[in-house]
């Protein structure tokens, strides 16, 4: 067995380097940069090697000689599961940077890699990240904007706010006297990215060829895209606002409830991000957002809303919306009068860290929502047509529903108005669920491979959202699946109507799809209603 790790050390020795090298050759990176890049590698190849040679060893001798499915063998493998993710979790940490992004994607891939990591990554990942030092800050400012911040600001607090994989954020008081939080890229990252990338493709690939089922090479592939995007804060401060814009141009009814913190582009660089000062509660934080007036339900409905609207209608999907990233404050008031001292406070929902978003073409954001209208209707055939039509295959288009929906087969075509709602109170639905990702793991894994990487990047947002709406309402509520029918229904509907639109006979359909839609959707909230009536009965 150990000739497995051998192996596996000697070629990512080599074979990594070489990957490194080549890269940063390839990308005119100066002599200075190669040099760091080599001085960086070996000890960052060992690790990696290491690990991998250990995660190796450990699957195949652990399990050797038990009878595949038995007792001893689920047994032996769920430890097994979680040496390796533990091993993993170390890496991350100790090489940082892009290992820690990678990490945190692990960790927002709940029932697409084993429960052991998932849980392993994310109870760490988003909490443990790496801080620069007050002097590292300090040089990265003066190289990028020509002065020292105590010069550019007239105050900049040395201890961060927070830190994450990237960068790590200060609070700041610009000279006009506007408080605003400054985004500082972590020093090493322009050194090291190049050299992570190349290991880390590497090793995926060694670990594909050692274990066929484990096939994850889209996950480097899709790091390996958006890596040099995250890296750019211009980038970053770009999509931020055209964000705004295509909810002001395409949702005005939900535009004034969606913000992004203001940009000093005058302060702003690649590696340095001058963004104005967001005073507002973070997402999960259940207790703050009721001292605000807020109610939890309402701040669900509001994400829920977002998220379809960006990816049904405007195709420009933000694609890390985790806890940390998305902040909640009371809707600015638009009228003084004695009236609106007495309505209910609405949420303003505040979008943070805009470096990773995809574009939906039309044809692909097309067949998305058809395929999740289909879900939310329990249309077995609709779900059945968009899933091969965005890949999956007719073999796999059931599990690729259980993905998306995290419910088993026979309830995603169960037609009971509840059939898609997930229940923190419910041990059962995950307890299933995580049988269910075990036993497939081999198809999962040909599911991902076969995916568009946009659509993979869906699931990651689903499972983020998912893990949002847990916390606030404990569980997926039923009225997010309604959002989500209305505005994948209406996006089906645009494009029938883009399609069709001299034929006077098609106009007609069109009008009767729309009434059709809103008697399905009444139909649907009044069955909602009356199920939670019930249930608030006392048994």
């Not at 200060?170 to 090291?192: I, M, N, P, Y």
């Not at 993979?456 to 998912?466: A, F, S, V």
């Not at 029918?485 to 645009?494: D, I, M, W």
């Not at 883009?498 to 069109?510: G, M, R, Y």
Request: hydrophobic content about 45%; some cysteine.
């Amino acid at each position: 067995m150990w000739r497995v790790g051998r192996k596996l050390a000697a070629a990512v020795g080599v074979g990594g380097g070489a990957a490194a090298v080549a890269t940063s050759s390839s990308e005119g990176n100066s002599p200075s940069t190669a040099l760091k890049i080599c001085t960086l590698l070996p000890l960052r190849l060992l690790r990696d090697s290491l690990t991998a040679a250990s995660i190796v060893f450990d699957y195949q001798y652990s399990c050797w000689g038990l009878e595949e499915g038995s007792a001893d063998w689920l047994r032996t493998r769920h430890q097994v599961h979680k040496r390796s993710a533990l091993r993993l979790q170390d890496l991350c940490f100790r090489n940082g940077g892009i290992y820690i992004k990678l990490g945190q994607h692990v960790g927002q891939l709940e029932y697409v890699v084993p429960e052991e990591y998932v849980q392993t990554m994310r109870e760490s990942m988003l909490k443990r990240c790496p801080v620069s030092s007050y002097d590292q800050v300090r040089r990265v400012i003066i190289r990028e904007l020509g002065q020292a911040p105590e010069n550019i600001f007239a105050e900049f607090d040395p201890v961060p706010l927070a830190s994450a994989s990237l960068a790590q954020v200060h609070a700041a008081r610009t000279h006009e006297g506007h408080k605003v939080a400054v985004k500082v890229q972590h020093t090493h990252l322009t050194d090291t990215a190049v050299v992570d990338i190349a290991t880390v493709d590497f090793l995926v690939n060694f670990l594909h060829r050692c274990f066929p089922a484990f096939d994850y090479r889209w996950l480097v592939d899709e790091v390996r895209e958006t890596a040099p995007k995250e890296l750019d804060f211009l980038y970053e401060a770009r999509n931020s606002e055209r964000c705004v814009k295509n909810f002001k141009r395409l949702s005005p009814h939900i535009a004034g409830s969606i913000y992004a913190p203001k940009v000093y582009w005058n302060m702003s660089t690649s590696r340095v991000l001058t963004m104005e000062f967001m005073d507002a509660a973070e997402i999960t934080d259940v207790k703050a957002i009721k001292s605000l007036g807020l109610r939890p339900y309402d701040v669900s409905k509001l994400v829920s809303e977002a998220f379809a609207e960006m990816t049904f209608k405007h195709g420009f999907v933000h694609c890390d919306p985790h806890a940390a990233n998305l902040m909640v404050r009371p809707l600015p008031a638009s009228s003084s009068s004695f009236f609106s001292l007495f309505r209910r406070k609405r949420p303003q929902l505040i979008l943070l860290d805009h470096g990773l978003y995809k574009e939906l073409d039309f044809e692909t954001r097309t067949n998305y929502a058809a395929l999740w209208k289909g879900l939310v209707f329990a249309d077995e055939k609709a779900i059945r047509e968009n899933s091969f039509k965005l890949g999956a295959g007719e073999d796999l288009c059931a599990l690729f529903a259980g993905v998306l929906t995290m419910r088993p087969w026979k309830r995603v075509i169960d037609p009971s108005v509840d059939h898609l709602a997930l229940h923190s109170s419910s041990p059962g639905d995950k307890s299933e669920l995580q049988m269910y990702a075990s036993q497939y793991f081999p198809q999962i894994s040909e599911l991902l491979r076969r995916l568009p990487r946009v659509i993979l990047l869906m699931l990651k947002t689903n499972d983020c959202l998912r893990a949002v709406n847990h916390v606030l309402v404990e569980g997926s509520p039923l009225e997010s699946f309604l959002i989500i029918g209305r505005a994948s229904s209406e996006a089906v509907l645009e494009a029938k109507c883009l399609k069709n639109n001299k034929a006077w006979s098609w106009s007609l359909s069109i009008f009767m799809d729309r009434l059709l839609l809103e008697a399905r959707l009444l139909v649907m909230k009044l069955a909602l209603y009356f199920l939670l009536f019930r249930k608030s009965l006392p048994a």
